[in-house]
């Protein structure tokens, strides 16, 4: 892998990763090529934490619709980060 900004793609915020944050857990969509060291190397680059654990999973496409129109989602792979006691919260949205 190059950079750890093309690792690391975009986090992941729903209700349920919101629910992982209390814990620090944080979800991110990562390079489907990219295995654990580096998406851990890559988190503990970009944000300046330390990291405990990294679980992977990849999510398979599914069929889509539009109108007469079929096809397939992409296919990508989901990285759960857990943080360790001592690092900072991660803050994905701007504070008022």
Do not use: C
């Not at 992977?56 to 989602?73: F, I, L």
């Amino acid at each position: 892998m190059k950079n750890a900004r093309d690792i690391i793609k975009r986090p992941v915020i729903t209700e349920r990763t919101s629910d992982y944050m209390a814990t620090k857990r944080y979800v991110f969509e990562v390079d489907i090529r990219a295995n654990k060291t580096a998406i851990k190397q890559a988190v503990e680059e970009i944000f300046k934490v330390k990291v405990t654990s990294v679980n992977t999973m990849r999510v398979a496409s599914k069929p889509k619709r539009q109108g007469r129109h079929s096809g397939y989602t992409s296919e990508w792979k989901k990285a759960i980060v857990q943080l360790s006691a001592e690092s900072n919260e991660l803050e994905f949205f701007e504070t008022v």
